[in-house]
C-alpha cells in the first residue's frame, strides 16, 4: 500500500473497518428501498455510494482494509437525511453537494491506491472541487432528459420544455443556485478533508517519534 500523501487515507484498523461496513450496509439498504419505492435516481446514487466503499476490500482481497469511515458517512449523508424525516429540514443542496464531493474524494483516493496515477494533497483537493461541479451539470441534463422524455418533474415545471417563460425562468435561477452550491461544497469539503487528514498524519507522525523516545 501506498505510504505517502493521498494513499496514507487506507486504514486497516478494526474500528474503522467495522463502521465503514456499517455506512456500506446502510447505503445497499437504502438503495432497495429506494427501487422498491421507485426511486430510481436515489437508488443509483446509493448504490454507487456502496459500490465505491467495495472497491479497495476487494482490490486488496481484506475485509478490514477499507476507506476512513467518516468520509463514506459524508458521501451518505443525503440519504441519511431522506430517512430520518426528523432532518429533512437540513436537506439542501449544499448537503447533497457536499455528498457529491466526498464521492469525488472516494475516486480521488482510489485512482491514487490502484492505478499509477499519484495525487498530492492540493491536486485532490483541486479534483474534488472540479469533479463536484461537473457533477452538478451532468445531474442537471440528468434530470432535463427524464421530465422531457420520460414525463417526470424532476427540474423542469408541469409542461416540460414547454411550459410558461416565467416558470422556465425560475428553473434558470435555481440551476444557478446549485452550482454555486456545487462550487462552495467542493471547496469547503476538499479544505475539510485536507484538515482532517493532516491532522490524523501529524497524530501518527507523533506517536512514532513517542515510540522511538522510548526505544
Known amino acids: 500500500m501506498e505510504d505517502s500523501g493521498v494513499g496514507r ?9 467495522y ?6 450496509v446502510f447505503t445497499f439498504l437504502v438503495a432497495v428501498a429506494n427501487a ?9 446514487f446509493a448504490l454507487v455510494v456502496g459500490l465505491l466503499g467495495l472497491v479497495v476490500p476487494v482490490v486488496y482481497r481484506d475485509p478490514t482494509a477499507m476507506l476512513p469511515w467518516e468520509l463514506l458517512l459524508l458521501a451518505a449523508l443525503p440519504l441519511l437525511a431522506r430517512v430520518i424525516a426528523s432532518l429533512a429540514a437540513f436537506r439542501s443542496d449544499i448537503v ?3 455528498a457529491v464531493a466526498a464521492v469525488a474524494l472516494l475516486i480521488a483516493v482510489e485512482l491514487h491506491l490502484l492505478t499509477p496515477v499519484e495525487m498530492s494533497y492540493r491536486f485532490a483537493v483541486g479534483f474534488v472541487v472540479v ?9 442537471a441534463l440528468v434530470r432535463y432528459g427524464s421530465d422531457a422524455y420520460l414525463g417526470t418533474q424532476l427540474l423542469l415545471p408541469p409542461g416540460g420544455p414547454n411550459a410558461p417563460r416565467e416558470a422556465l425562468s425560475e428553473v ?13 461544497a467542493g471547496i469547503g469539503a476538499g479544505v475539510l478533508f485536507e ?11 507523533i506517536l512514532e517519534e513517542v515510540e522511538v523516545t522510548l526505544r
Open 172 to 184: 434558470e435561477h435555481k440551476l444557478m443556485v446549485e452550482f454555486v452550491a456545487s462550487f462552495i
Open 195 to 205: 484538515g482532517y487528514f493532516r491532522r490524523q498524519h501529524r497524530g501518527e507522525d
Open 96 to 98: 447533497t453537494y457536499v
Open 36 to 44: 422498491v419505492a421507485v426511486a430510481p435516481l436515489w437508488a443509483g
Open 131 to 139: 469533479t463536484t461541479m461537473a457533477a452538478a451539470g451532468i445531474w
Open 19 to 24: 463502521l465503514a461496513w456499517a455506512v456500506i
Open 9 to 17: 487515507l487506507l486504514g486497516d484498523a478494526r474500528t474503522n473497518a
